[in-house]
């Protein structure tokens, strides 16, 4: 058995060989550390305290018919419209668990005490939701929810709601997931075309401490810290290889890198060549967004603002450019995105940025790019529901075509305090930017027209 890798041990020293790709090499090096999922417990969750600061619009305990209501009036109203309208109530107000089903919910291991809430992750509609657990004794309070993860009388693990006194089944999840997305290096996804998406986190460790990230580092125990991994591109690479032996890779269209600890554009453009030539390298060619006109090498970040930087990405195959917006309150852009609150002029810091200026990298990525691979990331939620739509509609005045968005999802109890908009306010802002843009996810770069499948929204 090689030797275990630790935080400050890079795969490059444990395996002398970069030419060793075989996945009983590599994999046993990254998966060495145990479950970090901790199984909760009835006692644990019902001593979670109740939060007292909520926004005055803020609630969670909508009953089912409540809902049904919510999506006639802020949605189409199909089948489908309730469906997704009770997906965004399940990230919203959580549910409760049986007894039957409490093995399933867990705690993130290395998060001071009281501030990690116990969650389960599960499919929902073919969607993996993770959904944090509410105790039994908030039932009489604005924290109530709807939903409650059971066994059926046949035995069946479903999540049911009441509505008029009969139940109604939400889901009916066949497992659970147990890994820790900050600790997930990759996971592949199947597009509608047939094509893959690969999401990658080669690196752990983040220097901004946004309160609404799921990750939380601040809540962070300092031996938590110490565990988590940074890898080379290089590494990255061998171990997307190792991962998905299987994967055809031309049929893989885009990889995008979510996170990182990032201190410059250079930073990044040094890491995206490094990996685009490692991929190259390990795949014979045949993922290379350089030379392959149907990949994408996407990066999700705030630091790619200049021309030059947006240039260079491109020579290096990036043909979408994705940048995190995510709030417009400038106040509070720098209150909840900040590396440190007393470190203002950085260019590391987010929230820095006023929303304005956000406003203009994107006009500089349009010029760059084009108008059509142009993605801002937007958290709803997080801002009043008039700003959120301020924001859309000053998005769409630079005709751009696609905004990712994301509900925002309660992890920790300090995020209790972030919602300045009700659930209702949330749901017309999701609805508000389906209309202007469609599906937040619907294009996939294909064949020799990198836009092939872009919805066109505008003439």
Known sequence: MPERLTASQPIDFIIPDKSDKRRETLLPLLDVRPPRSQSSNREAIEAIPQPAAVSPDARFDYTYDQLVDI????????????????RYALIWSGMKIDDSMISWAAVDHGYESQTRLPRVTLPVDNKRLSIRAVPDSWEDSV?????????????????????????????????????????????LKEQRDGTKNITINPLQRCPQKCEFCC???HDMTMDRKKELINLSPDEMARYLK?????TD???????????????SDHAILDYMQGFVESMDSVTSGDWSPISNSHQDL???????????SMERAKELGMKKFMYTVEMSDDDRREEVMYVSKNVKNNA???????????????????DVFGVENVEPVLVVGLDPIEKTKQSLDKLRELKIRRVSRALVNIYNMNQFSLMRSGFEGAVEGMQYARDLFG?????????????????????
């Open 71 to 86: 999506a006639h009036d802020l949605t189409p109203g199909n089948s489908e419209d309730i469906k997704r309208v009770a």
């Open 143 to 187: 924290h109530n929810t709807p939903f409650t993860l059971q066994k059926d009388e046949r035995g069946v693990q479903i999540v049911a709601s009441d509505s008029e006194g009969n139940r109604v089944e939400i889901a009916r999840p066949v497992h659970r997931y147990v890994t820790e997305s900050v600790q997930t290096l990759a996971y």
């Open 215 to 217: 990750r939380a580092y």
């Open 242 to 246: 190792a991962k998905f032996p299987k």
């Open 249 to 263: 890779w031309k049929d893989v269209s885009g990889i995008t890198v979510v996170t990182g600890d990032f201190q």
């Open 298 to 308: 996407a990066v999700s970040t705030h630091l790619l603002e200049s021309r030059e």
């Open 348 to 366: 590391v810091n987010k929230g820095h940025t006023p929303f304005k200026g956000a406003l203009g990298v994107l006009e500089t990525a349009i």
């Open 439 to 459: 599906s937040a996810h619907s294009r996939v770069v294909n064949g020799d027209n990198p836009t092939a499948n872009t919805r066109e929204l505008y003439p």
